[in-house]
C-alpha cells in the first residue's frame, strides 16, 4: 500500500465531511432565519446569530486541514485543486452564513410588528438556495459537472423571484406609505438571498474548475 497515497486520501476524505458538515450548518441558518422572518420568531433569530461563531470556526478548520494537507502531502495537479477548492467553497459557505445573519437580524429590526403582507416568495427563494447549497457540496464530493450546471441554472429562478418581490413591494409602498420602512427591510431580505444564490453558483463554477481545470462562469 502506498501509505503517502492512503494518508492523502484519508486528509481528503475528511476535508470532504467537513464540508458537508459545514454545508448543512449553512443550509440550516438559512432556513431558520426566513422561517423566523415568516413566523415573527426573535428567539429563533437570536439563534442563527448566535450559530454563526459555529460556521465561522468550522471555516478555519477547514483552512487549517487544508493547509496541513499542502505542507504534508505535497499535492499536485488535480489533488491540489480539490484542497484549494475546499478553501474558495469554504469561504462561499461562511459568507452564505453571514447573509443568513443578516436576515435575522431583519426580523429582529421588525420585531413584533405584523409583517405587512404574508411571505410566500421569500421562502420560496430559500429554498432554492437551500437546494443549490446541497446540489453543489454533493457536486464537489462527486466531482459531477453536470449536476453544478443544473444547480447553476437554479439561479435564474432565484432572480426572477428577486424581480417579482421588488415590483410587488414597491407597489405595495406606493399604495401603503405607511408600511415603507418594513417595505424596504423585506426588500433588503430578497437582496440577502439573491446574494446568496450567487454564492451557491460560485461554489458550483469551483466545480467545474476542479474537474476541468478552467475557470467558468455560470451565471452567463
Not at 3 to 10: E, K, L, V
Not at 43 to 57: E, K, M, P, T
Amino acid at each position: 500500500m502506498n501509505t503517502s497515497r492512503y494518508g492523502f486520501d484519508q486528509g481528503l476524505a475528511s476535508l470532504r465531511q467537513a464540508l458537508i458538515d459545514m454545508g448543512e450548518k449553512v443550509e440550516k441558518a438559512i432556513h431558520d432565519a426566513v422561517v423566523s422572518l415568516k413566523q415573527s420568531d426573535l428567539a429563533l433569530a437570536r439563534r442563527v446569530i448566535d450559530g454563526d461563531a459555529d460556521i465561522n470556526r468550522m471555516e478555519e478548520q477547514i483552512e487549517e486541514a487544508a493547509s496541513s494537507l499542502i505542507v504534508t502531502q505535497q499535492p499536485v495537479a488535480k489533488d491540489l485543486r480539490r484542497i484549494l477548492i475546499a478553501f474558495k467553497m469554504a469561504g462561499d459557505l461562511e459568507r452564505m452564513a453571514d447573509l443568513a445573519v443578516d436576515i435575522a437580524k431583519v426580523t429582529l429590526r421588525i420585531g413584533g410588528e405584523p409583517l405587512i403582507k404574508p411571505l410566500v416568495d421569500i421562502p420560496r427563494m430559500a429554498e432554492i438556495v437551500q437546494t443549490m447549497t446541497a446540489d453543489s457540496i454533493a457536486a464537489y464530493i462527486e466531482e459531477n459537472v453536470e449536476l453544478a450546471y443544473r444547480m447553476a441554472k437554479m439561479d435564474d429562478d432565484v432572480d426572477d423571484l428577486y424581480s417579482q418581490i421588488l415590483r410587488e413591494l414597491f407597489t405595495y409602498m406606493a399604495d401603503h406609505p405607511n408600511t415603507v420602512d418594513q417595505a424596504i427591510l423585506l426588500c433588503f431580505v430578497a437582496r440577502y438571498l439573491e446574494r446568496t444564490a450567487d454564492h451557491a453558483t460560485n461554489l458550483g463554477e469551483s466545480v467545474v474548475f476542479l474537474v476541468k481545470g478552467r475557470r467558468t462562469d455560470l451565471n452567463r
